[in-house]
């Protein structure tokens, strides 16, 4: 699949949204993926939209001054595409308060055609005889200009959508399993699209916590708390401040230290 320029060209004003938001209108089905930069910021947040209808793809820059809101608006009564759908739906409600009506769940589809591999690049593989490219799967999403690699990679991600839900709903539907998939989609709208809880009380009981002392308990604490401000002030994801293994281990040793009170 080669992309045009018209294509790789970042969507960033409200005029040129406008017409992506007249295409998707007229569309029943359309094809949507997000990237995201947590691997290079802290807290995350949504760098880029793909969106296809089956004809044409935009690149949306939500990092910019647009107002995706009438783009959001005219998504909420189609068929939403995706492949893998539960961090693109948590993002988009975490940056948004988005929640679609429906899912379409490309990995779910093909699990319950009975596929040992759920992968796009799989799926792509086995459906079209297509071998998609290895991307920067951990680029930098916030930088900008996107380099051309980068938005091949992007439009490759919603580029087959269409075409696989069309065969795997064909499949599905031959095998009356169909229904399981939009109660599947259904129970993921509904986990990934909820209010934040606080966890406060829970989130800094990291893995290793759980055979620790009282103690270390309250020094891991503290140690959780102090890597996430750092996180926060330096845009990085906390693992880059100190990973959860050292935290742990810091955490023990100073609890077996008869000064530990003193830290």
């Keep these: 699949m080669k992309i045009t320029p018209d294509e790789t060209c970042l969507i960033d004003d409200d005029l040129r949204l406008k017409e992506v ?3 998707v209108s007229k569309a029943n089905e359309i094809a949507l993926d997000t990237e995201a930069d947590s691997m290079h910021a802290y807290p995350e947040k949504i760098c880029l939209l793909q969106i296809r209808t089956q004809k044409s793809s935009w690149l949306v820059d939500p990092l910019s001054d647009v107002d995706c809101s009438p783009l959001l608006e005219a998504f909420q009564d189609k068929v939403l595409i995706f492949h893998a759908a539960d961090y693109d739906l948590r ?5 948004f308060g988005f929640r679609p009506s429906q899912v379409f769940d490309t990995m779910w589809a093909a699990r319950m055609v009975g596929h040992e591999r759920f992968g796009l690049e799989f799926l792509v593989k086995h459906y079209f005889n297509v ?3 290895k991307g920067p799967q951990t680029a930098n999403w916030g930088i900008r200009p996107l380099t051309q690699a980068m938005a091949q990679y992007a439009l490759n991600d919603v580029f ?8 795997m ?4 539907t031959k095998l009356g399993r169909l229904e399981w998939l939009h109660e599947i989609s259904q129970k993921v709208i509904d986990q990934a699209c ?3 809880k606080d966890t406060s009380d829970r989130e800094w009981r990291i893995k290793g916590s759980q055979k620790m002392s009282r103690r270390g308990l309250a020094v891991l604490k503290a140690i959780y708390y102090w890597r996430e401000n750092e996180a926060v002030q330096a845009n990085r994801p906390p693992f880059f401040v ?6 742990v281990a810091i955490a023990i040793s100073a609890a077996n230290n008869e000064t530990w009170g003193s830290l």
């Design 21 to 23: 938001v007249q295409a």
């Design 91 to 95: 993002l988009l409600y975490k940056r």
């Design 131 to 133: 071998q998609l490219e």
């Design 160 to 167: 087959y959508l269409h075409q696989l839900t069309h065969l």
């Design 169 to 172: 709903r064909e499949e599905l």
């Design 194 to 196: 909820l209010p934040q």
């Design 242 to 247: 100190l990973n959860h293994d050292l935290s």
